[in-house]
């Protein structure tokens, strides 16, 4: 196996009295999409605040590629090339689409310099251009972000994403509240960019899952329940307890049926 | 070219040949008082746009930039009247004194947003309006410092000096419109579009790699800036410096200017200050209670153009060209908006 490209020892996160993330060990080995899964309020997105800096953990650490993160400033966290899409689209609104790609290409540089037209930098400009082909939004590049359809905000952060030239990317739900074909192409997206980068993924939608993920984490009430493969999952007694299927839903079905 | 381009360009070259022809122009025309209201206007303008370079492009509600005019207004005041310096150091000093105030409070304001950022605007200013007003030796308390004008420039025996009313109109003019022209370089640039993209949504701005602080307190001293030579200007016209320009009432009257005229605009803060010192110069003669006309127009432009003065102007340039293009195509079905 190789080198684990994440890695959280013992990582605590409280809100008040509750526990979010409870004492959790996970490792994300390099080279895998890897899903993590969970019903609400199970501390997946919690546990992806305190990775990617927005939150820090009352105790335990948060190793990327071996390097402690552990409570670094999340514009630092970046810079080292962990990105993460937010479980609520969220681009600039009132950005253009090319320069939502722009700013999300060169934003992460130390300097920013304050005179130079941003436009001059031909070497970005292509990269933006590269990108907008590969989302297939050229069409839209110079409409206000804000006044994109839901389908066409969620391929732009797709799009952020790629030119930010990840080296570990988390995906929040990032096919929550799709069409069906919306999610399709989605889908397709993120296997393409699974090829090239790491990915973890939160993900609801279980056919989504179990499509694309090498391996699942299921997580309840802030620690880990099981991992592993799709089958090995879904044959879980305990996750499908917690979370697939409950037995009262299928005594109701079955009375139903009897009825 | 488009329709749209060739518009503003030629508003903005018909309104920088009137600036450039004021000291002639306005006096033939109206009165030689005119000449020194505009004069006013470009001063005042300068410090709206340190509101707007806060509120319009990296979203600060800052209702304490007075503090930093105030700071440009004493650096001059203090450094002609007590430290006897000439023009240029004591304009330095002003400019200085202001980025330097301007950095200190900003380490601690820009740590917070919205109504706390605002509040603790609010606090700094007040706190150096009453050490300033208290320090009656070196600031002239209420009474404030009159100073003497030295010379701008001497080159053997002959001399430039805001005495000249002319001299006077044509550096207050020349500075005013670098200070823009700076505003609109850094609007443009890689720093410019981290400022917008801070504004728009602070959090994904983090996670895109911005530095959120580092880049807030920038602006926050860039504002300081702006206010402290718009200061630093109006000590030298009016020759002379006083704390009644630090008070908050100064700040928000910058706010309202700013966000009438189009906040997030360039030169929304120019339009929005011209409107409301010209309703005060015209009105104030006649009504004592001019100030109401400014709060009915202030809260109407507010409800009726949320983008102010500018953003009605830019949606009626919009609505011309859906026109033309909906003439081009008539079969086009246009979808309400």
């Known amino acids: 196996m190789t080198e684990a490209v994440l890695e959280t020892r013992e990582l ?17 080995p390099s080279g895998q999409l890897h899903a993590i899964i969970g019903p609400n309020g199970a501390g997946k997105t919690t546990l992806f605040n305190v990775i990617s800096g927005l939150l820090r953990p009352q105790a335990g650490h948060v190793f990327f590629r071996g390097q402690e993160i552990t409570g670094l400033p999340a514009h630092e966290i970046s810079r080292l090339g962990i990105k993460r899409t937010l479980q609520v689209k969220s681009v600039f609104s009132q950005l253009t689409v090319a320069e939502n ?8 540089k130390r300097f920013l310099h304050p005179l130079r037209d941003a436009q001059s930098d031909r070497a970005a400009r292509e990269r933006v251009e590269k990108t907008l082909e590969q989302v297939g939004l050229a069409a839209l590049a110079n409409r206000p972000a804000g006044t994109l359809s839901y389908g066409d905000v969620a391929l732009l952060e797709i799009g952020m994403a790629l030119i930010s030239e990840p080296k570990l990317l988390l995906l929040d739900e990032p096919t929550c509240g799709m069409s069906p074909a919306e999610t399709e192409r989605a889908v397709e997206k993120i296997r393409e960019m699974a090829r090239i980068v790491d990915i973890v993924i939160i993900e609801h939608d279980m ?8 391996a699942i984490t299921v997580m309840a009430q802030g620690a880990i329940l099981a991992s592993g493969n799709a089958k090995q999952i879904s044959e879980d007694e305990r ?21 | 070219m488009t329709g749209r381009a060739v518009i503003e360009r030629t508003a903005f070259v018909a309104f920088a040949a009137f600036m450039l022809s004021v000291p002639w122009s306005v006096p033939s025309l109206i009165s030689q008082f005119w000449v020194s209201v505009i004069t006013e206007i470009l001063i005042w303008s300068l410090f709206a746009a340190s509101v707007n370079l806060l509120f319009g492009y990296v979203g600060l509600l800052s209702f304490g930039q007075a503090l930093y005019f105030g700071f440009g207004m004493y650096g001059v005041g203090i450094g002609i009247d007590q430290l006897h310096l000439t023009f240029w150091p004591a304009f330095g000093l002003g400019i200085v004194a202001a980025i330097a105030m301007a950095l200190v409070s900003g380490v ?6 919205w109504h706390y950022f605002a509040i603790i605007t609010v606090v700094f200013s007040l706190i150096f309006y009453f050490i300033a007003v208290r320090i009656k030796p070196l600031t002239g308390g209420d009474d404030g410092i009159n100073f003497s004008m030295p010379p701008t420039f001497t080159f053997g025996r002959s001399v430039w000096s805001f005495t000249d009313p002319t001299f006077q109109y044509f550096f207050i003019l020349g500075t005013v419109a670098f200070c823009f022209y700076l505003m609109h370089r850094v609007t443009r640039s890689p720093l410019g579009k981290a400022f917008v993209a801070i504004r728009d949504n602070d959090v994904r701005a983090a996670l895109i790699g911005i530095n959120v602080y580092l880049t807030r307190l920038t602006a926050f001293v860039m504002a300081g800036f702006l206010a402290g030579v718009a200061g630093a200007l109006f000590a030298f016209f009016g020759r002379y410096a006083s704390a009644t320009y630090m008070f908050y009432h100064v700040s928000g009257e910058g706010v309202v200017w700013a966000i009438v005229g189009g906040a997030g605009t360039l030169f929304g803060p120019v339009i929005g200050t011209t409107l409301f010192i010209v309703i005060r110069e015209i009105v104030s003669t006649h009504w004592e209670h001019h100030s109401l006309i400014v709060g009915v ?3 109407l432009v507010v409800i009726l153009a949320p983008k102010g003065l500018v953003g009605l102007w830019r949606a009626a340039l919009d609505r011309m060209e859906d026109a033309k293009q909906s003439k081009a195509m008539p079969r086009m079905v246009k979808t309400e908006l």
Do not use: H, K, Q
């Not at chain 1, 809100?15 to 959790?24: E, I, S, Y």
């Not at chain 1, 996750?239 to 009825?259: F, H, I, Q, T």
């Open chain 1, 239 to 259: 996750v499908r307890e917690a979370y697939l299927g409950r037995p009262e839903d299928e005594d109701y079905v079955e009375e139903a049926l009897n009825a």
């Open chain 2, 108 to 113: 601690f304001a820009v740590r917070l947003t």
């Open chain 1, 207 to 214: 056919t989504v899952v179990f499509g694309i993920a090498d």
């Open chain 1, 12 to 28: 605590t996160r409280r809100f008040g009295g509750l526990t979010a993330v409870d004492n959790l060990n996970l490792t994300v």
């Open chain 2, 297 to 299: 127009m202030a809260i």
């Open chain 1, 101 to 108: 790609l722009w700013i999300t290409c060169e934003g992460s």
